[in-house]
């Protein structure tokens, strides 16, 4: 298993603002996800972030709108550029220990006023 | 790529019944199922999963099936307890792609 840390776990932000959330695991994962889980809904994979490259971002995401960093086997942001009201949603990450198996943060809930 | 549908949307039992949720997968590549139970404003926790080499699963009252020819999986609950009330996500992925696609999710409620 692992234990995964978020920050914020929750915030309310401005439209047009942007807002870092943070990932840190206890141990050292080659692949960090991120998932995007609005009210009520599913779980929308954003994007897979490898330590030393660049994210692979998902259809319907782009880089500019979510940035990502990988600074490092345990460690990694998403940022979300630019809020609207529809970004408005839970923001979880998550690292694959045994292969295919999930473990997610507790989430960020982002409410975009 | 893969597209998962799950059935049905929500389900509601009487204690001590049986539950069973449904998903169908299109990605003939995907080779591992896992079932996450997401409580109300908790994280989503794996339950139990099943490989592609294997028919049927079983894990107390939780068993999972497979049909790999019909690219259909299901999730058994038996004499399910309140504390089954959840909301209940199947998914598929090729874990050589390591991308894991979620279902709908299937919203249970239990009642006493």
């Known amino acids: 298993s692992a234990v995964i840390s978020q920050k914020p776990s929750r915030d309310i932000c401005q439209r047009g603002t942007s807002l870092t959330i943070q990932c840190q695991v206890d141990s050292q994962v080659t692949m960090m996800f991120w998932y995007r889980q609005q009210p009520g809904q599913s779980l929308t994979l954003i994007a897979t972030a490898n330590q030393g490259s660049e994210a692979t971002y998902e259809s319907g995401f782009v880089i500019d709108k979510f940035p990502i960093s990988r600074p490092n086997l345990t460690f990694s942001t998403l940022t979300v550029s630019n809020m609207s009201p529809e970004d408005s949603s839970i923001y979880l990450c998550s690292v694959e220990i045994v292969a295919g198996e999930l473990f997610f943060g507790e989430g960020s809930r982002l409410t975009v006023l | 790529g893969e597209n998962v549908e799950q059935h049905p949307s929500t389900l509601s039992v009487q204690e001590g019944d049986s539950a069973v949720i449904k998903c169908t997968y299109s990605?003939?590549?995907?080779?591992?199922f896992p079932w996450y139970k997401q409580e109300l404003g908790k994280r989503p926790q794996l339950i139990i999963d099943?490989?592609?080499?294997?028919g049927e699963k079983k894990d107390q009252r939780i068993a999972v099936t497979l049909n790999k020819t019909a690219k259909h999986f299901s999730l058994h609950i038996t004499e399910t307890q309140p504390e089954d009330s959840a909301v209940y996500f199947c998914?598929?992925?090729?874990?050589?792609?390591?991308?894991?696609?979620f279902g709908a999710g299937t919203r249970l409620f239990v009642k006493a």
């Open positions: 099943i490989r592609s080499n294997v």
């Open positions: 990605d003939s590549a995907s080779n591992y």
């Open positions: 998914a598929a992925s090729d874990t050589g792609g390591f991308k894991t696609i």
